[in-house]
């Protein structure tokens, strides 16, 4: 693999959601979704057309690198602290 590729190693995480919408194909409601979070971290007045973009860019490289099948993350895993998504410190994660 290329210096700075991007890959998908093995399974990757989702709520069941975004975990449906990923296996049946629903880019477009996926990217909706997650708008909403884009929005939450955006500066005040951003428009939404433009997060929704940003949603859809960020999306596009999970799209195009996925390998592997969903693994779902309990929320009291998560509660604990002990859910494999947030076993890594910022920015040393499997997807930093």
């Known amino acids: 693999m290329a210096s700075g590729a991007i890959a998908s190693e093995g399974n990757w995480a ?10 049946a194909g629903e880019r ?4 909706k979704r997650g708008m909403r979070a884009t ?3 955006a500066p005040p007045g951003t428009p939404v057309q433009r ?6 860019e960020v999306q596009d490289r999970f799209w ?5 099948e969903p693994h779902l993350e309990s929320r009291e ?3 604990k602290g002990v859910a494999p998504s947030r076993l890594y410190p910022p920015g040393e994660g499997p997807i930093s």
């Open 77 to 79: 895993d998560w509660d």
């Open 39 to 41: 929005l939450a971290m």
């Open 14 to 23: 989702a709520c069941t959601k975004c975990r449906d919408l990923i296996v």
């Open 64 to 68: 195009e690198n996925r390998e592997g």
């Open 28 to 31: 477009e409601k996926l990217a």
């Open 51 to 56: 997060a929704l973009e940003a949603t859809r």
